[in-house]
């Protein structure tokens, strides 16, 4: 009988999830979650999400991230996924709060209990913050993205939800034996 594997990262940009994502849906042969800010942004012609801002589309454009990344999800057994519902909900609140409803939480907080296994990457374990004009590069802007997620993961586990899996260690191998050895045996390659 096949056990399903639905990974999913959360944590604040640079402390590693698309890398280590990558690597466990490599090891594990479960896709991997492509959709994301980036390509969101390229499907509404713009080359970032803040190019979304600029021309007044923030709105819209977390509204189709979120929706996009669902709907993949659901469409999927298997998947490995860098940033939860959760994740998208607070960059939607951090972007633009006046558009969020108790809808947007809720449905977050549903699509949620998908995943099989939460992994977290925090701040205070590894950050790398970009230069890289995509990523927000502000120390301050992070402990408060952090702060949110805490805040709604927190909500989560209490209501029942299932608890994540803190990423630890200092480079890629060590992050991933972190987390490894609590996912299904004999199910990687």
């Known amino acids: 009988m096949h056990k399903q594997l639905r990974i999913a990262f959360i944590g604040a940009s640079g402390t590693g999830k698309t890398t280590l994502a990558n690597i466990l849906g490599a090891r594990y042969a479960i896709p991997f979650n492509p959709v994301g800010a980036r390509s969101v942004a390229s499907a509404m012609g713009y ?8 021309a007044g589309e923030r709105t819209l454009f977390q ?14 057994v298997d998947f490995v996924t860098d940033r ?9 609140i951090m972007h633009a709060p006046a558009a969020v409803t108790r809808a947007h939480v809720d449905s977050a907080m549903r699509a949620m209990h998908r995943y099989t296994h939460i992994l977290w990457c925090m701040k205070a374990d590894f950050q790398k913050l970009s230069t890289d004009g995509f990523h927000v590069s502000s120390p301050v802007y992070h402990d408060a993205y952090e702060a949110l997620t805490s805040h709604y993961m927190w909500h989560f586990v ?22 490894e050895w609590q996912l299904p045996a004999g199910a990687s390659k």
């Open 158 to 179: 209490r209501a029942g939800g299932r608890a994540p899996i803190q990423v630890r260690g200092s480079t890629v191998e060590s992050r991933i034996g972190s987390v």
């Open 63 to 76: 509204q189709r991230l979120i929706a996009d990344k669902m709907l993949w999800e659901k469409e999927h």
């Open 47 to 54: 080359g970032t999400p803040y190019d979304a801002d600029r």
């Open 84 to 92: 939860t519902a959760i994740d998208n909900l607070v960059y939607h």
